[in-house]
T-cell receptor, first 109, second 118 residues
Framework: GQNIDQPTEMTATEGAIVQINCTYQTSGFNGLFWYQQHAGEAPTFLSYNVLDGLEEKGRFSSFLSRSKGYSYLLLKELQMKDSASYLCAVTDSNYQLIWGAGTKLIIKP | GAVVSQHPSWVICKSGTSVKIECRSLDFQATTMFWYRQFPKQSLMLMATSNEGSKATYEQGVEKDKFLINHASLTLSTLTVTSAHPEDSSFYIC??????????????FGEGSRLTVL
């Protein structure tokens, strides 16, 4: 079956760095997305990886290793507003999105 | 980026009534739209895939006669929750994938509609 795993919850300190991991097992692979979702709101797009390596976008970076079925989202210089759920999603061979359960990130002062 | 508008944002209705939620792509055409449901503290659950001009494809366990989906144009899909009950109370989110070349599969999400059935 298709499966995406990511930690349920993580806690980090304001100003610090946090890495949220995601492992996946899917029928084919056509890209991996990271979305941010604040409570009560719809998800917003953060990043897209289809090739191995690191994609950097401001304070956020996303890494992909297709051979390992692994990705991580790296958040630097954490701000209180970064408290949210972070969803990992993989597009399979049919371009269907398979969603992880999300990682709730709690930022403490 | 592309914009998807969802309406209404909040709706409260009595048990047994029907509620319609609209999802519009404002600046692009969307051959395919997706409807999700999200319960508190849970991830998105795909309910159905809405294809313009054809019948929607429902995920296992989703009642197609209860959740009516219409995708009559390339910019509008509607979800109607018929004979709503309190257990249907949830956060409903639509998303759309732009048509055309270079499709990375990225989805653009509506703002979501919070349904409360009394």
């Amino acid at each position: 079956g298709q499966n995406i795993d990511q930690p349920t919850e993580m806690t980090a300190t304001e100003g610090a760095i946090v890495q949220i991991n995601c492992t996946y097992q899917t029928s084919g692979f056509n890209g991996l997305f990271w979305y941010q979702q604040h409570a009560g709101e719809a998800p917003t797009f953060l990043s897209y990886n289809v090739l191995d390596g690191l994609e950097e976008k401001g304070r956020f970076s996303s890494f992909l290793s297709r051979s390992k079925g692994y990705s991580y989202l790296l958040l630097k210089e954490l701000q209180m507003k970064d408290s949210a759920s972070y969803l990992c999603a993989v597009t399979d061979s049919n371009y269907q999105l398979i969603w992880g359960a999300g990682t709730k990130l709690i930022i403490k002062p | 980026g592309a914009v998807v508008s969802q309406h209404p944002s909040w709706v409260i209705c009595k048990s047994g009534t029907s509620v319609k939620i609209e999802c519009r792509s404002l600046d692009f055409q969307a051959t395919t739209m997706f409807w999700y449901r999200q319960f508190p503290k849970q991830s998105l659950m795909l309910m159905a895939t809405s294809n313009e001009g054809s019948k929607a494809t429902y995920e296992q366990g989703v009642e197609k006669d209860k959740f009516l989906i219409n995708h009559a144009s390339l910019t509008l899909s509607t979800l109607t929750v018929t004979s709503a009950h309190p257990e249907d109370s949830s956060f409903y989110i639509c998303s759309a994938r732009a048509t055309g070349g270079g499709d990375t599969g990225e989805l653009f999400f509506g703002e979501g509609s919070r349904l409360t059935v009394l």
